[in-house]
């Protein structure tokens, strides 16, 4: 076996740096007939990162967890530098949740000298992050499509968290016939209702004792639309609402469709609520669905 074909081990995990080692293992893995599921993370992991190794251990042979803080979907400098890295701990995490393979690259080895396609998703895109946040849903694309030509799983878990990203990575899949099924997982949330993410830990107390207002005024503004609140007005309500609990700035309140992302201007279709919203120095995102006449 060449050098770069090889893994290290951590417990009973492997752990692979280059794409040749993670190809080899999977190699042996897909040669015994066994299914491959694949996590995709930037790391830092927490209960809502859990969920997903939860769901594809239930659903596959082999679980794959990625790590990989890929400086093509941020936008802003001082986010990328900021966001926080802690692989060991990650490790002990996915260890102890029977994860069979940590694929953790180097920059080099995702992007290396030369590097220079771009996967692009349009539509779905012109809104919400894609619009607030030039360049980062070409970057998931891009990266995204790279791990699963890298793992070739056959299925890879998404949280509902980031649900536009969901919605992207199926389409560029579908699109470029890369033989995986994206799996949605709900949110996972604190008791109050803040949903997990690791820029949550960049909050100081009295910005984390504020937040979970966010999902609280979701969820009001939910009930209101299925009660049959005019959705200008109850995205009007809940502008002012996230203003009074103390939120710094909102890129985004918007009610759109499940599917397409096409702002609604009533309940026609099933729809989501998505929100993105500043407390301090960190931008917080979340969404929930709306059930007409609940
Ligand atoms: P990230 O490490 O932030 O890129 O997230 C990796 C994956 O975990 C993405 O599919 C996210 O949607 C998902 N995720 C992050 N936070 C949560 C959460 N609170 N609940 C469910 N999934 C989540």
Redesign the pocket.
């Known amino acids: 076996m060449a050098d770069a074909e090889r893994s290290e081990t951590y417990g009973h995990m492997a752990v692979a740096r280059r794409v040749a080692a993670l190809r080899a293992t999977v190699a042996g893995w897909k040669r015994a007939g066994e299914s491959v599921g694949v996590?995709?993370?930037?790391?830092?992991l927490?209960a809502?990162?859990m969920?997903?190794v939860e769901a594809a251990r239930r659903d596959c042979d082999r679980v794959i967890t990625t790590i990989f803080v890929n400086p093509k979907q941020f936008n802003r400098p001082d986010d990328l530098q900021s966001y926080p890295r802690e692989e060991a701990s990650d490790a002990d995490k996915l260890v102890a949740a029977g994860v069979d393979l940590l694929f953790a690259p180097p920059l080099q080895e995702v992007y290396p000298e030369g590097f220079q396609t771009k996967v692009s998703v349009s539509g779905l895109t012109n809104c919400l992050c894609g619009l607030m946040r030039p360049g980062h849903m070409d970057g998931v694309a891009t990266v995204v499509a790279k791990l699963f030509l890298m793992t070739a799983a056959e299925r890879a878990?998404?949280?509902?968290?980031?649900y536009q990203?969901?919605l992207v990575v199926r389409r560029m899949a579908r699109d470029l016939d890369i033989p995986v099924d994206i799996v949605p997982?709900?949110?996972?949330?604190d008791a109050d209702g803040l949903?997990?993410?690791?820029r949550n830990a960049l909050l100081s107390a009295e910005q984390r004792a504020r937040a979970p207002a966010i999902h609280r005024t979701l969820t009001a503004m939910a009930d209101k639309l299925a009660a049959g609140g005019a959705v200008g007005e109850v995205l009007a309500w809940g502008r002012s609402a996230l203003e009074a609990a103390g939120f710094d700035k909102l890129d985004y309140l918007e009610l759109r469709d499940n599917e397409q992302l096409e702002a609604l201007e009533s309940l026609d279709r099933p729809a989501r609520l998505f929100v993105a919203a500043w407390m301090g120095p960190v931008r917080l995102i979340d969404n929930v669905a709306v059930v007409a006449g609940r």
């Open positions: 996590v995709p993370t930037m790391g830092a927490h809502g990162h969920a997903l878990y998404f949280g509902e968290k980031d990203q969901l997982v709900p949110t996972v949330r949903a997990l993410s690791s």
